[in-house]
């Protein structure tokens, strides 16, 4: 084994540490006049990191003659700067001259600063180039002087309606809570949904019950206001970066977060147990199903995964099987059916909305196919846009409507169709907004050519023949 004596040793190391102390010293020097400069400057604002080389190290550090670069603070304005790649060098930034107050005051008088100006710039030597700046300055300014100055001051009308436009806080009066109510429950979402799980109810094969009709509308309504409510409170922080979703109620404080949540209970706790109690077990339990898939797996997977569009189709589709189980109390093949009219139906009407808005999704950090798959976002649209014609065709066959459904639901199915496959091939906001709006009145034509079309006679589950009263 090779040895070598501790003195050699001790000398290596003391060598090696009177080499670093010596190429650290200039380093040193020039971190402490900067600092000396800059407080015989400005006393007030002597420590500052910029001026210190150990502090910026902790930000911007050379490793291996490579940059790793971590997040920096953003820089106070200062007029020397060092230089990373040579310490010993200062650069001056180059700054407007300030004009001197003796300068100032003498702006008042043309004549007698034009009459200093030329005899002092004949009797002395050329000035610097911060002197030329400044009397460039003051000349211009005096001959500036008898022009109008271009001030206008701003009315009180104007700055109201300026500052209207930024965001701020709102305080909502007790008048107003009926609103901000209907805000937070998403009231369009909630008659949509009412509408499905009605259409639902009229489809089902049974006598038409009017009181249970009411109160099984009343009760999906109430669950879905629950649900909406929950997931603007879980969403806050993510709708306030979209220009969509960022005149929320919760965004902008009109109400708080626990005033919130106690109107989700009070929705949901009565809307599920008036469900369950007045309607059936089976509703009462789809209720709360669809609460818990749309506040705890739709709405945290809108920022892991576009799975999360495909479980919010599932949200979707829940309603019209709620409405047939409310009529009959049991789950049928025809319920699944106008579940998968609405499954397919989100998917051309969602993705065509979402084409539009991927810059908002983005910002909030939102993972939907049109972001992350746009190519995907095309053709899932097109394939359930074609999936609505074979539903329709097997429509009569589950026994859930005669034959003439599927041929007066074609021309209606053709023409979203043939706008998916503009959507799939142009993949432009008209073509996206051509779609969106075709889907916004095709879900109720659909489902009023099936109502019309609803086969008679197939209620030998209720314990007779009788016909279902036509509606």
């Known amino acids: 084994m090779y040895k070598t004596p501790c003195s050699r040793l001790t000398g290596f190391v003391g060598g090696s540490v009177k080499q670093k102390l010596v190429q650290s010293v200039p380093r040193c020097n020039q971190t402490t006049r900067g600092i000396i400069h800059l407080y015989r400057r400005d006393p007030s604002n002597w420590l500052t990191y910029q001026h210190l080389n150990f502090l910026k190290r902790q930000y911007v550090a050379k490793n291996n003659s490579e940059l790793h670069q971590r997040a920096v603070p953003k820089q106070a304005p200062v007029l020397t700067i060092v230089d990373e790649r040579d310490d010993s060098v200062e650069r001056q930034v180059e700054r407007i001259p300030t004009l001197d107050p003796a300068v100032a005051d003498n702006v008042s008088k043309p004549q007698d600063v034009s009459s200093k100006a030329q005899s002092e ?118 709708d306030s970066n979209m220009n969509r979703t960022k005149n929320r109620p919760l965004v902008r404080g009109q109400i708080s977060p626990l005033h919130a949540v106690s109107f989700a209970l009070a929705c949901g706790l009565p809307g599920v147990a008036l469900l369950t109690a007045a309607v059936n077990p089976l509703t009462g339990f789809l209720g709360a199903l669809n609460i818990f898939l749309y506040t705890c797996c739709y709405t945290p997977l809108k920022r892991v995964s576009i799975s999360n569009t495909w479980v919010g189709a599932v949200v979707g589709a829940i309603p ?44 909030g950090g939102y993972r939907m196919m049109s972001v992350t798959h746009p190519a995907m976002c095309r053709r899932v ?40 496959l503009r959507f799939y091939q142009q993949g432009d906001r008209g073509s996206a907004r051509r779609l969106f709006f075709c889907s916004l009145w095709h879900l109720p034509m659909l489902l009023l050519l099936a109502l019309t079309c609803k086969k008679h006679g197939g209620g030998d589950q209720q314990g007779g023949a009788l016909p279902s009263e036509p509606h």
């Open 121 to 238: 710039t004949s009797n002395t030597k050329p000035a610097t180039g911060a002197a030329a700046a400044q009397l460039d300055l003051a000349s211009r300014m005096v001959s500036g002087s008898n022009e109008t100055p271009h001030i206008q001051a701003e009315t009180d009308e104007a700055k109201e309606d300026r500052l209207g436009r930024h965001w701020k806080q709102v305080k909502v009066d007790r008048a107003d809570l009926l609103d901000v109510y209907a805000r937070l429950s998403k009231i369009k979402l909630t008659a949509l949904v009412v509408t499905t799980a009605a259409a639902g109810f009229a489809m089902a094969p049974v006598p038409f019950d009017p009181v249970l009709f009411v109160v099984s509308s009343l009760g999906t309504g109430l669950a879905s206001c629950a649900a909406n409510s929950i997931n603007q409170y879980f969403e806050v922080p993510f």
């Open 320 to 363: 019209p099987v709620m409405g047939w189980t409310a009529a009959t109390g049991c789950l049928e093949p025809g319920a699944l059916l106008l579940g998968g009219f609405l499954y397919s139906w989100q998917f051309p009407h969602f993705n065509a909305l979402s084409w539009n808005l991927r810059e908002d999704y983005s910002r």
């Open 381 to 420: 649209a097109l394939r359930h846009s074609l999936a609505l014609i074979g539903l329709a065709t097997a429509a009569p066959a589950l026994g859930v409507t005669t034959w003439t459904f599927p041929v007066i639901s074609l021309p209606i199915n053709l023409y979203i169709s043939y706008l998916a």
